[in-house]
């Protein structure tokens, strides 16, 4: 469940769906100008109270210490991603939407998701550090060898992307003379 919601988040913010959301429901609202490009908060606000009681089970079962950062992480998030876009809202339909003000306001509301999302991976941080045994990340170098035969297989002027491991082998393959690009 958390998986497939921050996977949306992180499509969201990239592709603005909640804004396209927002920009139809104005549109069914009859809401024109500046203010329909905020007006996603209406719709989208009923999933505020959904999802924390929807997961009011689990924050509960979590020990004090990591509720409290969670529910921070969460608190900064919302206040940001939603308390600001409103201020914001109201900000630009009396003001100037491209004055310095408004830029600041902007500046603010995106500070506090980031810092919502980074106190959120160190809460998880903690918890795991708490609570799951062990966790082993491995990264595996490739041979020069194999590096090479990597490199070998790409036709002249294909352009190719460069991991760790291909890296040295590619380039060793372009400085052959071999034509490879890499970036």
């Known amino acids: 469940g958390l998986a497939i919601i921050f996977l949306h988040m992180s499509v969201d913010e990239i592709a603005s769906i909640h804004e396209e959301i927002?920009?139809?429901?104005?549109?069914?609202?009859?809401?024109?100008?500046?203010?329909?490009?905020y007006f996603w908060v209406v719709p989208i606000f009923?999933?505020?109270?959904?999802?924390?009681?929807?997961?009011?089970?689990?924050?509960?079962?979590?020990p004090p210490r990591h509720r409290r950062r969670f529910l921070t992480a969460g608190?900064?998030?919302?206040?940001?991603?939603?308390?600001?876009?409103?201020?914001?809202?109201?900000?630009?339909?009396?003001?100037?939407?491209?004055?310095?003000?408004h830029a600041m306001i902007f500046t603010i509301e995106e500070t506090l998701e980031m810092s919502g999302a980074l106190l959120f991976i160190s809460a998880l941080l903690h918890y795991m550090n708490d609570h799951?045994?062990?966790?082993?990340?491995?990264?595996?170098?490739?041979?020069?060898?194999?590096?090479?035969r990597a490199a070998a297989q790409v036709q002249p002027g294909q352009r190719i992307r460069a991991s760790r491991g291909c890296a040295r082998g590619c380039r060793a393959g372009r400085s052959a003379g071999l034509g490879r690009r890499v970036w």
């Open 22 to 37: 927002g920009i139809i429901a104005a549109r069914i609202a009859g809401v024109t100008g500046v203010a329909q490009l």
């Open 75 to 101: 608190g900064l998030y919302v206040c940001g991603a939603f308390g600001f876009e409103v201020i914001s809202a109201w900000h630009a339909t009396r003001y100037d939407y491209l004055s310095f003000s």
């Open 46 to 62: 009923p999933l505020l109270v959904v999802l924390p009681l929807s997961y009011g089970r689990f924050i509960a079962h979590l």
């Open 132 to 148: 799951v045994p062990r966790i082993r990340v491995e990264f595996e170098e490739r041979s020069e060898e194999t590096a090479g």
